[in-house]
């Protein structure tokens, strides 16, 4: 998404790019180790920061929200936001690769493992596989049947797809005036039901969308010029960087009460984004490399169970060899993976995502 400090576009925030990247990995480390241990390959998950791959699911959620309300907002107040143009951005960016990864995942799981003799237990039709995913409902279908990682990851894309289909004619709607009173209750209220012990769907769906509208407060905050206090301030900004990592390397913010831990980061995530990307004392990370990989992380995220797979696979006949030891093998799986996810993203984003992407100006 393109803004600059005050939000007009054609210029990227500071940042962001590489927070993606850096997001992305975390999701793949998170994984690494679950599927070795599936497969009965060596695995390492002795620290913290392995098992952090839904808290950095939950600030794309944040990130998400923080750009795309500031975004409406912004035209809004231009009075230039078009519903149909919203949507058919979204859908060139997000669509095409989503459902690229529908396709390989029912093949993977319903041709290519029983042509291959693996058994993976499957509980539903094609056909309902097809449908929950058409209709943007992957997180339904991943919690009800399990489908495999290559599948369940989408649960993510799919509480993406349900907000935008729920927030542009929401704001579209509502006088800009009102939309931070009215973004401000959609999180209270979405908040309250997803913890409220009577109403489980939204839990038990992963419907976590009151961290899509957080982000979404504090982007219109900062439009309207409210957080100098973040954007200024050296010890605050510092402070809620090292809360941020302090989150992501140990667990002392897992609260016993899971109302306290969702109410901790549903805060601090927002003012994380809106402080790396607007405060005048967050350095500019400007590594080409990096911004690139946050670029194509969009697909680092999709392509990362693929490879995954494959390299478990490879390792599973290396070590029927036995000439590998367990340090080896581990540092084998964690390299190959990502090395395979890399040039998988790159080359999807290069000669796949980017012929819909150029559709997006026209």
């Given at each position: 998404m393109?803004?600059?400090?005050?939000y007009?576009p054609l210029k990227?925030?500071?940042?962001?790019?590489?927070?993606?990247?850096?997001?992305s990995?975390f999701?793949?480390i998170?994984?690494?180790?679950?599927?070795?241990k599936n497969?009965?390959?060596?695995?390492?998950?002795?620290?913290d920061?392995?098992?952090?791959?839904?808290?950095?699911?939950?600030m794309f959620f944040?990130?998400?929200?923080f750009?795309i309300?500031?975004?409406?907002?912004n035209?809004?107040?231009?009075?230039n936001?078009?519903?149909a143009?919203?949507?058919?951005n979204?859908?060139?960016?997000?669509l095409?690769?989503?459902y690229?990864?529908?396709?390989f995942?029912?093949?993977?799981?319903n041709?290519?493992?029983?042509f291959l003799n693996?058994?993976?237990p499957?509980?539903?039709?094609?056909n309902?596989g097809i449908?929950?995913?058409?209709?943007?409902?992957?997180?339904v279908f991943?919690k009800?049947?399990?489908?495999?990682g290559i599948l369940e990851?989408?649960?993510?894309?799919?509480?993406e797809?349900q907000?935008y289909l729920i927030?542009?004619p929401?704001l579209?709607?509502v006088n800009n005036?009102y939309?931070?009173?009215f973004?401000?209750?959609?999180?209270?209220?979405?908040?309250?039901?997803y913890h409220?012990e009577?109403?489980?769907?939204?839990?038990r769906?992963?419907?976590?969308?009151f961290?899509?509208?957080?982000?979404g407060?504090?982007?219109i905050l900062?439009v309207?010029?409210?957080?100098?206090?973040?954007?200024?301030?050296k010890g605050?900004s510092?402070l809620i960087i090292a809360?941020?990592a302090?989150?992501?390397s140990?667990s002392?913010f897992?609260?016993?009460?899971p109302i306290w831990?969702s109410l901790?980061?549903?805060?601090l995530?927002p003012?994380?984004?809106?402080?790396?990307?607007h405060?005048n004392?967050?350095p500019n990370i400007?590594?080409?490399?990096?911004?690139?990989?946050?670029?194509?992380s969009?697909?680092?995220y999709m392509?990362h169970?693929?490879a995954?797979n494959?390299?478990?696979?490879?390792a599973?006949?290396?070590?029927?060899?036995n000439?590998l030891?367990?340090?080896c093998?581990i540092?084998?799986?964690?390299?190959?993976?990502?090395?395979?996810?890399?040039i998988?993203a790159?080359?999807?984003y290069?000669?796949y995502e980017?012929?819909?992407l150029?559709?997006?100006?026209?």
């Open positions: 393109y803004f600059c400090a005050n007009m990227r925030l500071p940042n962001l790019d590489v927070l993606r990247f850096v997001l990995f999701v793949l998170f994984h690494l180790p679950q599927l070795s497969q009965n390959l060596p695995y390492f998950d002795g620290l920061l392995f098992s952090k791959g839904t808290h950095a699911v939950y944040v990130l998400s929200g750009l309300i500031g975004q409406i907002y035209l809004k107040n231009r009075n936001f078009n519903i143009k919203f949507y058919k979204r859908a060139l960016r997000i095409p690769l989503y690229l990864i529908v396709v995942g029912l093949i993977f799981y041709l290519i493992l029983p693996i058994d993976f499957k509980t539903y039709s094609i309902e449908l929950y995913n058409l209709f943007f409902l992957p997180n991943s009800l049947y399990a489908p495999g990851i989408l649960w993510s894309i799919g509480i797809e907000f927030v542009a929401l579209f709607v005036k939309v931070l009173y973004i401000l209750t959609l999180t209270v209220v979405c908040f309250g039901i409220q009577s109403i489980s769907i939204f839990r769906y992963n419907g976590v969308f961290l899509l509208f957080s982000g407060i504090i982007s900062g309207k010029n409210k957080l100098e206090l973040f954007k200024n301030n605050i510092y809360l941020t302090l989150n992501f140990t002392i897992e609260f016993e009460n831990s901790f980061i549903t805060i995530y003012l994380f984004v809106y402080t790396i990307s405060n004392f967050v400007k590594f080409k490399w990096l911004n690139h990989l946050g670029k194509i969009y697909g680092l392509y169970a693929i995954l494959f390299v478990v696979f490879c599973l006949k290396i070590q029927s060899y000439i030891n367990d340090i093998m540092i084998l799986i964690n390299v190959l993976t990502l090395i395979i996810t890399i998988i790159q080359f999807s290069r000669y980017s012929y819909f150029k559709f997006k100006n026209k």
